[in-house]
């Protein structure tokens, strides 16, 4: 038996064609299956080309047994063509200190017409509700929250969903957070409808604390 195995489900991650300049996501799970605690030291790519999403995250990164953690890594290829990385997770796990995960995305630089789209998603369950409606109830454009030089998306849903998407991305969507408003039968409300939601500028700190 180890004393700490780690399994990644995957062992590489394709991103296909992504427009060019775009910021799309790919999603690797790290499930802990040893004994003891997994300590993660770093994560790293070669290219700027591939970076992790370090959102709420510090290293050591430790995660608990038998537990599982979602990891993002950013695929942002700037000019025409495949390019190819390595992403390298440094562990103290016995079965596998080092574990790489092949990378590869390729830029697509092609002609767009009105109307196209660019990416696209499902509206998620939310688990605290039985019976989700799955509907879109208002949307509109937010200033740059994850710093890619691209304003980004506030979705309201009939699910009781607030979700900030990423505008930059390309094919799938990526979700930046999301926030639910429903905690219990009698505490709940959806946003219904477009001007139910207001877009406010960034905080400052002493802004926060008034
Ligand atoms: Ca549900
Ligand atoms: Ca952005």
């Not at 060019?20 to 300590?39: D, E, P």
């Not at 109307?115 to 949307?139: A, C, H, L, R």
Request: glycine share 6%; charged share 15%; net charge negative.
């Amino acid at each position: 038996m180890y004393l700490t195995e780690v399994i990644f489900h995957l062992q590489y991650c394709t991103y296909s064609a992504r427009r060019i300049n775009s910021l799309s996501g790919g999603y690797f799970t790290i499930t802990n299956k040893g004994s003891a605690l997994l300590s993660i030291s770093s994560i790293t790519t070669n290219t700027q080309r591939f970076r992790l999403d370090t959102t709420g995250m510090t290293f050591p990164m430790v995660i608990d047994t038998p537990k599982t953690r979602l990891l993002r890594v950013w695929f942002n290829p700037n000019s025409v063509g495949t390019v190819s990385d390595t992403l390298k997770i440094n562990s103290n796990a016995l079965n596998n200190a080092q574990l790489k995960i092949s990378l590869t995305g390729t830029g697509q630089n092609e002609p767009t017409t009105l109307g196209e789209i660019f990416w696209q998603g499902n509206i998620p369950d939310n688990p605290n509700t039985t019976s989700d409606n799955y509907k879109v109830t208002s949307m509109k454009e937010i200033q740059d929250v994850n710093f890619d030089g691209k304003n980004d998306i506030i979705v309201t849903t009939d699910n009781y969903w607030t979700i900030c998407y990423n505008g930059n991305s390309s094919v799938t969507d990526d979700t930046l957070w999301k926030f639910n408003s429903r905690s219990s039968n009698n505490v709940s409300g959806s946003v219904i409808y477009e001007d139910g939601m207001q877009i406010l500028k960034t905080l400052t700190e002493t802004e926060l604390m008034m």
